[in-house]
């Protein structure tokens, strides 16, 4: 190394080549992580940015990554202000800002096509890396629209399987779960609440599986309205007294898994002016968490599916597409983990 002297702060790339006396592309491949150094180069170039302070700059990585830095996030916005949206969000932002990237997002309504997808700014008028899609409710044939984009993607949870590109929830196994656990309390007589049927996603389905599944496995059978929506109205007060009362008194059920927290939050309430004590009557036990489980008088017992760590899979997965848009990333199911609460206790207790 010469005894060139740089004012710290100031330094470029080419300023490192020539204080190791490389080229400025060899600094460049060492940047990128390009195994085409030789080791010894290598360290020395590492060594000179160790003792200058030297950071790249966002503008020289474009230039020299002929990349944007900046991922684009297309969501629906009615997930916006709940808590699977902000949590998804957090884990997006979070990995990105540890990579020193930028996020670009856009929001589209539930029900909109691909075709006004394809009009948004976003990819109109900015320049991104590559696409994170979180868009389950969207008219139209999603695998035809990134073709179209021609960017290296990732979806979060779409509406059923994708052996590729995907961050989805296991929601086969989370049902199967929370049902299995309520199996082990001794309970022999499960309902399953879904959702309102305004609700639409290929999650209720599997959810609907996975109980029934458990059931199965343990020599028990559904309990019936398992696989039947509650009704489509603003306010469902009345359906979900009557599936309260028919599980307790027509079904003889001792405990329910629910669809999510919301619903378990629901039935809940329905219990009480009712009569009905939760859990002493009838536990219950959700197939996701949301802070609705923390409200009631009784915190209900869910299982959980890690949002944050979801948008963290999705910022590396899509890393890994940009790196090799030619390659498709096996998709990543997550699993849930049990988060204790009130309203579980074993059969009789």
Not at 41 to 53: D, E, F, M, V
Not at 60 to 71: F, H, K
Not at 187 to 194: D, G, K
Request: with cysteine.
């Amino acid at each position: 190394m010469t005894g060139m002297r740089v004012q710290k702060g100031k330094l470029t790339y080419v300023d490192i080549a020539r204080l190791v006396g490389v080229g400025a592309s060899t600094v460049s491949r060492v940047l990128n992580n390009s195994q085409r150094v030789a080791p010894e180069t290598r360290k020395k170039i590492l060594q000179a940015i160790r003792t200058t302070g030297y950071r790249p700059s966002s503008a020289a990585r474009m230039l020299v990554r002929r990349r944007s830095e900046t991922i684009g996030l297309i969501f629906e916005k009615e997930h916006v202000n709940t808590y699977y949206g902000t949590r998804l969000v957090e884990g997006i932002s979070e990995c990105l800002t540890d990579k020193g990237m930028k996020l670009a997002m856009s929001t589209v309504p539930w029900y909109a096509s691909t075709a006004e997808i394809e009009e948004l700014p976003l990819l109109r008028s900015l320049s991104v890396d590559g696409l994170i899609l979180d868009v389950a409710q969207i008219r139209g044939d999603l695998d035809q629209l990134v073709a179209r984009l021609g960017l290296p993607y990732v979806f979060v949870n779409p509406p059923g399987y994708r052996p590729f590109n995907t961050i989805m929830p296991d929601d086969v196994a989370v049902a199967r779960q929370a049902t299995r656990y309520l199996i082990d309390q001794g309970h022999r007589r499960i309902a399953f609440l879904p959702p309102p049927g305004s609700t639409v996603h290929s999650s209720i389905s599997d959810r609907m599986k996975g109980y029934a599944e458990a059931l199965l496995k343990a020599d028990l059978r559904p309990v019936p309205l398992w696989d039947v929506p509650l009704a489509k109205v603003d306010n469902p007060v009345a359906d979900y007294l009557a599936r309260a009362k028919a599980y307790r008194q027509e079904y003889g059920c001792t405990a329910v898994v629910t669809y999510n927290a919301i619903e378990a939050a629901r039935l809940m309430y329905a219990c009480y002016q009712l009569g009905i004590r939760v859990p002493e009557d009838l536990s219950l036990a959700s197939c996701d968490y949301d802070p609705t489980a923390d409200l009631p008088p009784r915190r209900i017992t869910c299982f959980h599916f890690d949002r944050i760590e979801m948008g963290r899979q999705a910022v590396r997965m899509l890393e890994e597409r940009i790196s090799q848009p030619e390659k498709d990333a096996a998709s990543i199911t997550v699993a849930g983990t049990r988060i204790e609460g009130e309203t579980v206790v074993k059969a009789g207790g």
